[in-house]
C-alpha cells in the first residue's frame, strides 16, 4: 500500500538545475522523515538528503551541500529535490525513501543525467 513515485528527472547540462518530486501515499507521510538516495552504475546507494516530518531540519551529503534543497509539503504529500549547479558527478538514478519502523520503502526512481 505505502506508494513512492518520483518525477521530474531528465537530462541537463552541467550548471543546470532540476526539481525532483516524490509523491507518498499509502501512510501518514506528516508523521515521516524523508529521504532523497542516488546510486550511480557500480555505486552504492548514497543518502542525498533528509527532512524531517515538519521540515524543521535538514541534512545534506557533503557532496550536494549547498546546490541542492529538500524540501516538503506535507498539504500535498509530496518531497521536493531542487538540484542546482548541477555536475556530471550528479547522474544517478535518484530515489525517494521512507522508513517505517524497521522498512525501508523506495520509489521505483528517476534518472538524472548531466551531461553536454
Known amino acids: 500500500q505505502v506508494q513512492l513515485v518520483e518525477s521530474g528527472g531528465g537530462l541537463v547540462q552541467p550548471g543546470g538545475s532540476l526539481r525532483l518530486s516524490c509523491a507518498a501515499s499509502g501512510f501518514t507521510f506528516s508523521r515521516s522523515a524523508m529521504n532523497w538516495y542516488r546510486q550511480a552504475p557500480g555505486k552504492v546507494r548514497e543518502l542525498v538528503a533528509y527532512?524531517?516530518?515538519?521540515?524543521?531540519?535538514?541534512n545534506y551529503a557533503d557532496s550536494v551541500k549547498g546546490r541542492f534543497t529538500i524540501s516538503r509539503d506535507n498539504a500535498k504529500n509530496t518531497v521536493y529535490l531542487q538540484m542546482n549547479s548541477l555536475k556530471p558527478d550528479d547522474t544517478a538514478v535518484y530515489y525517494c525513501?521512507?522508513?517505517?519502523?524497521?522498512?525501508?520503502?523506495w520509489g521505483q526512481g528517476t534518472q538524472v543525467t548531466v551531461s553536454s
Open positions: 525513501n521512507v522508513r517505517l519502523g524497521f522498512l525501508d520503502y
Open positions: 527532512i524531517s516530518t515538519g521540515g524543521g531540519s535538514r
